[in-house]
C-alpha cells in the first residue's frame, strides 16, 4: 500500500483452510464479511506439486488431488468471493471513474509457462 494515505487503515486475514472443501471455503468467505463488512480484495494461493512422477506414471488418485486443490480449489475461493462482491457496493474512486466491487488475484504456478521434467500432471492445469 505504498501509494496509501497515512489515515487509510487495511484490514489483512491470512487463515489456512481445506480448498477442497466447499464449506470452509464458503465459510471463510461469510467470516471475513462478519469481521470486516465486505471483501475487497481476495489472494486464493493454494498448490501443491506431484512426486515428481512422469505423467504416465502418475496415478488417477493422484492427478485428482492435485487437480482438485490447484484448480477446484481456486475455483470453489473465487467463486465464493464473487457471490460476496456481487451483493457489495462499488468502492468509491479517487478520480470519478466507476468503482469495482472488489479484487480477486489467482497465484499459479510458473509451470504452466515453463516445464519441468517429471511436473506434466502439475503443469496441465497451471495454464488457468
Known sequence: MANAAPTDQVDFYSK???????TEVNNMATVMVAAHGRI???????????????????????FDRINGVNYRGCWLSSRAEIKQMLKQDPLP???GRP??????????SQL???????????ADESLD
Do not use: M, W
Not at 489456512?16 to 466447499?22: H, T
Not at 468503482?99 to 499459479?108: D, L, Q, T
Open 16 to 22: 489456512a483452510i481445506d480448498v477442497l472443501n466447499e
Open 40 to 62: 475487497d480484495y481476495a489472494a486464493n494461493c493454494a498448490g501443491i506439486l506431484s512426486e515428481n512422477q512422469r505423467s504416465h506414471e502418475t496415478s488417477v488418485d493422484t
Open 93 to 95: 474512486t479517487h478520480d
Open 99 to 108: 468503482g469495482s466491487r472488489g479484487s480477486i488475484v489467482n497465484i499459479a
Open 112 to 122: 504452466g509457462i515453463v516445464g519441468r521434467p517429471a511436473a506434466g500432471t502439475h
